[in-house]
């Protein structure tokens, strides 16, 4: 059964034929082939935001799908071994590349290369019993070596975190142990007796008052907004990647974050003032403080551990 | 208008990245076909705007976005020298990554816990160690030899001010053995100041006292004197030793029992709730210590031991005469506020924080200030 509106149907069958006929390599496929799939994409992606979508839109969305990824992957899901073949050979360094990246040492990156490509084979069958593939996923919109690098992103924070339930991995349980007492009770600061207990009063009340302030400043940025300054601060992302997924200049990408900041700074006081009761000079003079906040915090502390867990390494 | 860098917002935002909470987004977390799609940039306007307010929002998601980005990234070179030989990339985990997955962090981090847990129990015992010594050297301070080696002369004297001349002897009969044989020991030495002696000792004290009159001198020949005379002490019978001790009613403990005594009579004078209040465990433990306490010390000591305290930011307050005091305060000019009125709004929030937490009427020091918040 189509997916597709009646109004819609010639253009998109029209759109797949041309699909099929600039790829370079069809693998024997022909457009009814390839259709279901072609049609589920124009469904996720064009017609089920924008329901309103014309049929150029239609032609151009299907014009811009991958063909010969799209047709190597379904060669795969079909059994075709010349595809197999030239997809491991193509791509494998993409999957172990990726999976070296996220693991800790190559034996643990050469076991989720294995459990990726296993996944991707299908080793798991659904009740009828066909194969189970993530290849079936595949739109053919992005790279092929774009979304088997997302599928061990995928993969491996999925088996993370089965791991984090499943075992309760004493390093985890000591880290949160000594991370939450450090924050509850000495707000980040570890074997240091505070002089003046206004201070240390004073230094907590300001750190949660700041962190308060700031995500609530995040949450009432744009979506684009917020995307841009979580990417960025918290995955760590350069400003060249970010241009590059949201389509302009790394100079453009550069100015929005500063932008940002002082939005985001304009919030903070706001907030800090009106919903925490902070005075204007209070503002300024801590904002400052947390900024270049000294002292032994627990990042520096958890540093020092590390160069003792080398040492001790060394030795033994 | 150019804006210009935002250190201080780039430092915050930095570390709130590290630190800050994690979220969830309500609705299903995207596929692998749609994060890859995102970061090709190979979706339409509408989709993306769509998908942009779940990463936004979702924090599985987005990291997943960014180690694809991060690994699409990567040079393209790479992937040309994939067909000969796989390189042996190191791995790349971040430091923080690196340092939770290392398996000795556990041994190590356990043994820093405990050896600085035993750090600060031990300087926590030593803390309250030096408190209890501190009270046994100032009792132990009153039973000191005299004439020996280490006797204060200084302090004897302005001590004798406040003991009885029989309760100084009676002291010194009760002194421990080796007190006693340090005094013998000394026997030798102090019969050999000869009244002849002695006047040129007094005379050499003039000397150095100009100022002094004749009975300073007359005192310190009758501090010899008195080594000379009280050294038969040990001669003594203990049958009239323990007859001064009857008449003056002293004991080892001597002076708490008269302090003692003080209190009990004058619970008539003091509030009817401290009628049957027994002494202080503090007086009991520093009863030598500084002046003598009065009365009225001693008695606002046990309205402490019974008054309800509180805490706050840090601080401790006492109630007192319907207000709560902060045990900072020592009595010095406060400033006076009322909740409400501007000139209080434009205090720290810090103090206000902690006034509004006490309620009431608060006297507190607040960086080196007293306040009075009504």
């Known amino acids: 059964m189509s997916l597709i509106a009646e109004k819609h149907k010639n253009t998109v069958a029209e759109a797949i034929e041309h699909l099929i006929s600039r790829a370079e390599n069809t693998r024997s496929l022909t457009g009814s082939d390839i259709a279901g799939r072609v049609e589920k994409t124009i469904v996720k992606y064009l017609l089920g935001p924008d329901p309103d979508a014309t049929n150029q839109d239609i032609r151009t969305f299907v014009e811009e799908i991958r063909s010969d990824d799209l047709c190597l992957i379904i060669a795969c899901e079909r059994g075709d071994e010349q595809a197999w073949d030239d997809l491991v050979t193509n791509f494998d360094f993409n999957v172990k590349s990726a999976a070296r990246k996220i693991s800790s040492n190559n034996d643990d990156a050469d076991d989720l290369a294995s459990s990726i490509w296993a996944e991707l084979y299908g080793l798991r069958t659904d009740a009828e019993g066909n194969k189970k593939s993530k290849l079936a996923y595949y739109s053919g919109r992005g790279s092929l070596a774009g979304w088997l690098r997302a599928v061990v992103s995928q993969l491996a924070i999925d088996q993370y975190r089965k791991q984090a339930k499943l075992v309760q991995i004493e390093e985890d349980r000591q880290f949160e142990i000594v991370a939450h007492d450090a924050a509850e009770t000495k707000d980040n600061r570890f074997g240091t007796t505070p002089e003046n207990p206004e201070e240390l009063f004073t230094e907590s009340r300001t750190s949660a008052d700041v962190s308060a302030a700031l995500t609530t400043a995040i949450a009432e940025l744009d979506p684009e907004d917020r995307l841009i300054l979580k990417l960025y601060y918290f995955d760590e992302l350069r400003l060249k990647d970010l241009a590059a997924i949201f389509g302009y200049h790394e100079a453009t990408a550069s100015r929005k974050l500063t932008r940002l900041q002082t939005e985001i700074r304009k919030r903070v006081e706001k907030g800090l003032r009106e919903r925490h009761g902070w005075t204007e000079s209070e503002v300024k003079r801590h904002l400052s403080e947390t900024a270049t906040s000294l002292g032994v915090n627990l990042e520096t502390m958890f540093a020092i551990l590390l160069i003792a867990a080398c040492v001790q390494e060394v030795w033994i | 208008m150019e804006l210009e860098f935002d250190k201080e917002m780039d430092a915050i935002l930095r570390k709130a990245g590290n630190s800050g909470p994690k979220s969830d987004a309500v609705s299903p977390h995207v596929d692998a076909d749609t994060i890859a799609a995102f970061a ?285 005091y902060d045990t900072a305060y020592k009595n010095q000019p406060t400033k006076n506020y009322r909740r409400g009125t501007d000139e209080y709004k434009k205090l720290d929030s810090g103090l206000r924080k902690i006034v509004d937490e006490i309620g009431g009427t608060v006297v507190l020091v607040w960086k080196e200030k007293a306040y009075r918040i009504q």
């Open chain 2, 40 to 324: 090709d940039d190979a979706l339409p306007q509408k989709a993306k705007l769509l998908y942009m307010q779940h990463f936004a929002d979702c924090d599985k998601c987005r990291q997943m976005l960014g180690q694809t980005i991060l690994f699409n990234s990567e040079p393209s070179e790479t992937a040309a020298l994939s067909r000969i030989a796989a390189p042996v990339l190191e791995p790349r985990a971040p430091w923080y990554q690196t340092l939770v997955r290392s398996p000795n962090l556990a041994l190590t981090t356990g043994a820093l816990v405990l050896v600085f847990g035993g750090i600060l129990g031990f300087l926590l015992l030593q803390n309250r160690e030096s408190d209890t010594r501190s009270t046994v050297s100032q009792i132990t301070d009153a039973g000191q030899t005299k004439g020996g080696p280490f006797f204060d002369h200084e302090t004897a004297e302005s001590n004798a001010a406040t003991e009885s001349p029989s309760l100084q002897a009676a002291n010194q009969a009760t002194d421990s053995p080796a007190a006693a044989s340090a005094l013998n020991a000394n026997k030798s030495a102090a019969t050999a100041i000869s009244p002849t002696n002695s006047n040129a000792l007094a005379k050499a004290v003039a000397d150095d006292c100009p100022n002094c009159k004749p009975a300073d001198t007359d005192k310190v020949e009758t501090k010899e004197n008195r080594l000379v005379t009280e050294l038969p002490l040990s001669s003594r019978s203990a049958e009239s030793i323990a007859a001064k001790r009857e008449e003056k009613n002293i004991t080892s403990d001597g002076i708490e029992a008269d302090r003692t005594r003080s209190v009990s009579s004058n619970r008539s004078a003091a509030e009817s709730g401290l009628r049957n209040v027994p002494a202080s465990p503090k007086a009991k433990m520093n009863p030598a210590r500084g002046p003598v306490q009065t009365q009225s010390n001693q008695v606002n000591t046990n309205v402490f031991d019974m008054a309800v305290s509180r805490k706050s930011g840090g601080k401790t307050f006492v109630n007192r005469d319907g207000a709560w």
